[in-house]
């Protein structure tokens, strides 16, 4: 038996097994199902918010370091004003005016222009938008 539990504005991918099969079944909204099949094994389950948010930082090594931000709100997002920073200087990084973000794209920005270094432990990154609200963090 399966369970599902569904949060309105969140996007689930649920992955399920039939005979051999996986079935994908992708929630967005409220409303709407997808239903897949594919040849694979593993069990998983994968969680994207409905949101501008944290996708992937990596923190070492220093010179290869970086943090990826993907918009996964349903819509284009201006950017402009928006800030990343870490524990010690949360607005560190003001991003310019006019970046715009185009619904499921990806925006990368090196350390090097972040003005704070990742610390490879005990590092939190926070995620604010133009109005100073924490949209998202980040820790490891």
């Known amino acids: 038996m399966v369970v599902l539990v569904f949060f309105e504005k969140m996007l689930f991918k649920i992955h399920l097994f039939s005979m051999r099969k996986k079935f994908t079944i992708v929630f967005i909204g409220c409303y709407s199902l997808l239903l897949t099949s594919c040849k694979t094994d593993p069990v998983d389950i994968i969680y994207e918010p409905r949101k501008v948010y ?3 930082v990596v923190a070492t ?3 290869d370091e970086y943090v990826t931000l993907k918009n996964n709100s349903g819509s284009e997002r201006d950017l402009s004003g928006w800030t990343l920073g870490d524990k010690d200087d949360p607005d560190a990084f003001k991003m310019p005016n006019g970046m715009m ?8 920005f090196p350390g090097s222009s972040l003005g704070f270094q990742i610390n490879d432990s005990g590092e939190k990154i926070y ?4 109005t100073g609200i924490i949209v998202d963090t980040w820790s490891n």
């Open 127 to 130: 995620l604010k938008d133009s």
């Open 101 to 108: 973000l185009m619904n499921g794209a990806r925006r990368s």
């Open 54 to 56: 944290i996708e992937i």
């Open 61 to 63: 090594p220093t010179a």
